[in-house]
C-alpha cells in the first residue's frame, strides 16, 4: 500500500545506517563543521548513489528537496525530515509510474526545524496535451502583430504576467532539471491529483494592442474566441466533466483575463494577482492562489544604505486610473510640491522603465497606490529595488502571505489616513535611518531564497515556480473534500 510505513530510521547528530526490507541501506551523515548532510544508498554494502545538501534549512518560503534516482531497482518512495538533532526517513512502496517509471525516486523535503514531520510524495500534475493554438499559438499571433516571424522565431515576450509562461515551461522541463518542485508531471490522467491548463490568457489579451508604429492586427485573431474554444475543448474532456474541472488549475493573472468565461472556469483553482475584478463566487483565497507579478525595473545590487538615498518617496506611473486607482490623482495633488517627493505621470516604455528604476534605486520609500485593481507591478519592483514599499491600498491580497510578513518589509497606510494633506509625508520622515536599514535588510532576505542553491525569491526562478506549486497544492483538501462530497450525494440519489 503506497504510504505505508516500512521502517524508520533516527540519525544521531553524526551519522546513521538503516537496512530496509528490500535490502537497500541507506547511510546519513552531518557535517557540523560546513552544515551539509550527506546521504548514500547502498546494496550488498556497494554503495549505488551520494548525494548531499547544504544546511541550515531555516527559510520557510520553500522546503528544499533532495532527490535521488537508483535505476534498476524495486520503486521506492521516501520522505525526509531534518533538523540539527535528528533525521526521520520513511520508505514507502509505490506503483512502478507513481514517479518514475523503473526507478526509484526517493523524494526529501527537508524542512526547517520548527517543522513537524511530513510524509508524502510531490503532488502529481497532468498538463493537458493540448493543441498549441493556446500556447505558441499565441505566442506567435502576438510576434505577428508586431510585424515580427512566426514559428520557431517567435518567443514569449516580457511583460508583467509572465507568470503563465513560467508555470508552463516548468511543466515541460525534464524531471531532472524540476529538483524540488512539489509537483510531478504524470502520463497517465488516473494519477493526477491535478490538472494544469496550459493557456497563456494575460498573453492573448494583448495579441492586438500596443506594439508602435509596426503593430497591425492579426487577421482572424480573437482573444474572446480563443477564450471560448478552450473552454468547450475542456468542457469536451472526460476528466472536466468528472469534477467540473474543480481540479483543475488556471492561470488568470491579468484581470481581465478569460473575462468572457470566467462563469465556466469558476470552479476551477485559479492563479490570479488579485481578486479586484472577480465576484466573491467566481474567486477566492479558499480555493484560489495569489502569485507575484513579474517585476519590469532591474534589480538593486548595490549595499543597504539609508544615505546614499537622497529622495523620501518616489513614484512614477499613471496618474488617473478606474475604480479604486483613482486614488492617485488626489496623491498627486497632495505630494507633487513636496520637496523630497518625486511623483510624476508615465506610460509604459523602456526608457521609463529606466527612469523609474533609477527612481527606486534613489529612493527610501516607495509609493504603491491602488491601480485599476487593488495590486500593481510596483510593490515587486519595489522589492528589488530594496525602496521600502508604502501600500494605499485597502482591499490588497498579497501573494505567499502565510509565510511572508509584508509588515517587516512594507508599511500599509490606510486610504483615508493617507489623504490627510501633511500626513504622509511626515509619517515617512519621522523613520529613523537605523529602521530604513532594517526594512533593506528584510527585503533583501526575502528576495533569496536557499534552496541546494541562492534562487532569487520575486524573479520567477525556481523558487518562487515551486512556491506557487505548494500553494496550489494546499488546495488538494478542499477539492478531495468536494469529491467525498459529490460521491456522497451521488450515492444518496441512488437509495
Known amino acids: 500500500m503506497v504510504g505505508k510505513r516500512i521502517f524508520p530510521c533516527s540519525a544521531s547528530p553524526a551519522n546513521a545506517r538503516c537496512e530496509t526490507s528490500n535490502e537497500i541501506e541507506i547511510a546519513i551523515s552531518k557535517n557540523q563543521r560546513n552544515q551539509t548532510i550527506t546521504i ?136 531532472s532539471d524540476r529538483l524540488g518542485s512539489p509537483v510531478v508531471r504524470v502520463l497517465d490522467p488516473e494519477e493526477a491529483d491535478l490538472f494544469y491548463v496550459p493557456f497563456f490568457s494575460s498573453l492573448s489579451l494583448i495579441v492586438n494592442q500596443g506594439g508602435g508604429g509596426s503593430h497591425v492586427d492579426v487577421a482572424g485573431y480573437s482573444d474572446e474566441e480563443t477564450q471560448v474554444a478552450l473552454v468547450e475543448w475542456l468542457e469536451m474532456q472526460e476528466y472536466w466533466k468528472r469534477r467540473s474541472g474543480r481540479d483543475h488549475v488556471i492561470v488568470a493573472t491579468d484581470p481581465k483575463a478569460y473575462y468572457k468565461v470566467i462563469d465556466r472556469i469558476k470552479r476551477s483553482v485559479l492563479l490570479v494577482s488579485d481578486f479586484g475584478r472577480l ?77 523609474a528604476s533609477h527612481g527606486m534605486h534613489t529612493s527610501k520609500f516607495c509609493l504603491n497606490p491602488a491601480g485599476d485593481t487593488p495590486s500593481a507591478c510596483r510593490l515587486f519592483d519595489s522589492i528589488v529595488s530594496l525602496c521600502v514599499p508604502v501600500e494605499i491600498s485597502d482591499e490588497i491580497e498579497l501573494p505567499f502571505e502565510d509565510v511572508i510578513d509584508y509588515t517587516k518589509i512594507a508599511i500599509f497606510v490606510e486610504t483615508s489616513m493617507a489623504l490627510r494633506p501633511g500626513f504622509l509625508v511626515s509619517m515617512l520622515r519621522s523613520v529613523t535611518s537605523e529602521r530604513i536599514l532594517q526594512y533593506q535588510k528584510e527585503l533583501k532576505e526575502i528576495i533569496r531564497i536557499l534552496t541546494l542553491y541562492v534562487k532569487h525569491y520575486f524573479e520567477y526562478g525556481n523558487a518562487t515556480v515551486n512556491e506557487i506549486w505548494r500553494q496550489v497544492t494546499q488546495k488538494l483538501p478542499m477539492i478531495k473534500l468536494n469529491k467525498r462530497l459529490q460521491m456522497a450525494n451521488l450515492n444518496d440519489q441512488d437509495r
Not at 295 to 308: E, L, P
Request: net charge positive; charged share 20%; aromatic share 8%.
Open 40 to 175: 548514500t544508498l547502498f546494496r550488498e554494502k556497494s554503495p549505488i548513489h551520494n548525494a548531499f545538501c547544504q544546511l541550515p534549512l531555516h527559510d520557510p518560503l520553500l522546503q528544499p528537496a533532495l532527490h535521488l534516482r537508483v535505476q534498476s531497482a524495486p520503486p521506492l518512495a521516501a520522505t525526509a525530515s531534518s533538523s540539527f538533532s535528528d533525521i526521520n526517513i520513511n520508505i514507502s512502496p509505490t506503483s512502478s509510474n507513481d514517479l518514475n517509471k523503473g526507478n526509484i525516486l526517493a523524494y526529501f523535503p527537508l524542512f526547517p526545524p520548527q517543522q513537524q514531520r511530513l510524509s508524502r510524495k510531490p503532488r502529481q500534475n497532468l498538463p493537458y496535451d493540448r493543441p498549441e493554438r493556446f500556447t505558441y499559438g499565441t505566442i506567435e499571433q502576438f510576434s505577428l502583430a508586431r510585424g515580427g516571424g512566426g514559428g520557431a522565431s517567435a518567443t514569449y515576450p516580457g511583460h508583467q504576467h509572465m507568470a503563465e509562461w513560467r508555470l508552463f515551461s516548468d511543466l515541460t522541463r525534464p524531471d
Open 279 to 355: 465576484t466573491i463566487d467566481q474567486g477566492s483565497l479558499v480555493k484560489d492562489v495569489v502569485v507575484p507579478y513579474s517585476h519590469r525595473s532591474s534589480s538593486y545590487n548595490g549595499d543597504i544604505s539609508a544615505v546614499d538615498r537622497n529622495t523620501l518617496l518616489f513614484f512614477m506611473g499613471a496618474r488617473h486610473r478606474k475604480e479604486g486607482g483613482k486614488i492617485r490623482d488626489m496623491l498627486f495633488k497632495i505630494l507633487e510640491n513636496e520637496e523630497d517627493v518625486i511623483i510624476k505621470s508615465g506610460t509604459q516604455s523602456l526608457d521609463n522603465r529606466r527612469i
